[in-house]
C-alpha cells in the first residue's frame, strides 16, 4: 500500500507542483488550501505524512499543528512545515511545535522529495528510483 501524504497550502501552483512529484514517486496525495480543510482530511485519511504551510487563510499552519498535536489519534502524525526563507520566528515556531522539518520557500522538486522519503524513512544516497517492495 502506497504511503498516503497531504499537502496543505493556499497557493495552487506549489500544491500542483508538490503533487505532481509525489504521485510520481508513488504516493497517495491529498490536498487542503487551509488548515481548517486539513484537519478535516487529517480526519477522514489519517496520513503517513503533512507537508503543511505556515501561514494560510482560516487556520494557519501552527493553529492547525496545535489542534493536530491535540490528540484524537494525530498527535503522532509528522508534518513538514513550509515557511518563507525571510520568516524566522515562524521557523523557530515550527521547531518549537515539535515538527519533523521546516523547508523554507523557494524550494525546489529534490528538495522536497528528498525531504518526503527522509521522513517517511525510505531515503536513499541518490535520488533515483527505491524499491519499496523491498522496505
Given at each position: 500500500m502506497s504511503e498516503r501524504v497531504l499537502v496543505a497550502d493556499d497557493d495552487p501552483e506549489t500544491v500542483s507542483m508538490i503533487t505532481r512529484l509525489l504521485e510520481a514517486d508513488?504516493?497517495?496525495?491529498?490536498?487542503?488550501d487551509n488548515g481548517?480543510?486539513?484537519?478535516?482530511?487529517?480526519?477522514?485519511?489519517?496520513p503517513d505524512l503533512v507537508l503543511l504551510d505556515a501561514a494560510m487563510p482560516v487556520m494557519d499552519g501552527f493553529q492547525?499543528?496545535?489542534v493536530l498535536r491535540s490528540g484524537g489519534g494525530t498527535a503522532e502524525i509528522p508534518v513538514i512545515l513550509l515557511v518563507d526563507v525571510t520568516d524566522d520566528a515562524n521557523i523557530s515556531r515550527g521547531w518549537a511545535?515539535?515538527?519533523?522539518l521546516c523547508i523554507t520557500k523557494p524550494f525546489g522538486p529534490l528538495e522536497i522529495l528528498a525531504a518526503v522519503r527522509r521522513v517517511l524513512s525510505y531515503t536513499d544516497d541518490s535520488f533515483g528510483t527505491v524499491d519499496r517492495a523491498s522496505r
Open positions: 508513488g504516493l497517495n496525495v491529498s490536498t487542503a481548517a480543510s486539513a484537519l478535516l482530511q487529517i480526519q477522514a485519511l489519517r492547525t499543528i496545535d511545535a515539535a515538527v519533523s
